[in-house]
């Protein structure tokens, strides 16, 4: 069976298809997934999927794209994951990317909201997941300066190259492969995940984005994760198998090993 460790059902494209993507889950073998938050306003939306549906789970956090959204504290972000299937704070982290005229010192709400997401997830003892565009230097720092290892978590959607991977490794955080592994102009990124060790690789669709080929630019929903581990096995010579039983170890290793074992199903 797979695991999706990070996709957005809360949004507009999904939130109201969950049977369905369901259906189509369970005929490709994905029996559980991690449904991320991205604003505050949202958490409501996502937990309700993570308690009433079997294998879902979710994350409280602020994305770093959200700029105009509530901003979280961390006593905010703390409470939230005392409720039940709440297993991580994100997604957060840094994004430059579109910084739409403005100058990388202009960004330190960025900087402060990804800080506060750090000492929540310390004092939580929940980890992170972190979102890094163009920002790979920053986030890192952050990450150090906070001590971000002791929450430890994932660095998703992972697009950076492997010197960021081995520093964020170091760190104590696991890497998250998507769709974008099976792009055709992705070559470097697979040689990345040749070297990211099994134990440490996670696999997610982030849908409704990114869709895997051979369906890419199409709605993307957790049913396709397989197809993601299927890419990963091809690049790292092992069987489609073998890597969704080590993702999904990594997943429960990670995200679950704090839950108690009779509110995993609840
Ligand atoms: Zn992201
Ligand atoms: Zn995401």
């Not at 959204?69 to 994100?90: F, M, Q």
Request: charged fraction near 25%; hydrophobic fraction near 45%.
């Amino acid at each position: 069976m797979f695991v999706d460790s990070h996709c957005h059902l809360g949004s507009p494209e999904l939130a109201g298809r969950i049977a369905e993507i369901r259906q189509a889950m369970r005929e490709a073998r994905v029996d559980r997934a991690l449904c991320i938050c991205t604003t505050l306003d949202e958490f409501a939306l996502v937990h309700a999927l993570a308690v009433e549906n079997e294998g879902f789970w979710c994350s409280a956090g602020v994305h770093p794209d959200e700029e105009d959204s509530r901003e979280p504290t961390v006593e905010g972000l703390v409470e939230l994951t005392r409720l039940d299937k709440v297993v991580a704070i994100g997604e957060t982290g840094l994004d430059y990317y579109r910084l739409a005229g403005r100058d990388v010192a202009d960004m330190e709400w960025q900087r402060e909201r990804f800080r506060v997401h750090i000492r929540a997830a310390r004092a939580c003892r929940k980890p992170l997941v972190i979102h890094t565009r163009s920002a790979s230097a920053d986030t890192l720092r952050l990450l150090r300066d906070e001590q971000g290892g002791d929450a430890g978590g994932v660095f998703h959607c992972f697009t950076e190259t492997a010197e960021v991977a081995r520093a964020a490794l170091d760190l104590g955080f696991h890497i998250s492969f998507s769709g974008i592994l099976t792009f055709r102009n992705a070559a470097e990124l697979r040689e990345v995940a040749a070297f990211v060790p099994l134990d440490r690789c996670l696999i997610e669709t982030d849908s409704p984005y990114l869709a895997p080929m051979p369906l890419r630019g199409k709605v993307n929903t957790p049913a396709n994760v397989p197809l993601v581990a299927a890419k990963l096995a091809e690049i790292k010579a092992v069987a489609v198998e073998q890597i969704a039983a080590a993702t999904a170890a990594n997943f429960e290793r990670l995200f679950l090993s704090s839950v108690p074992r009779d509110s995993t199903n609840s």
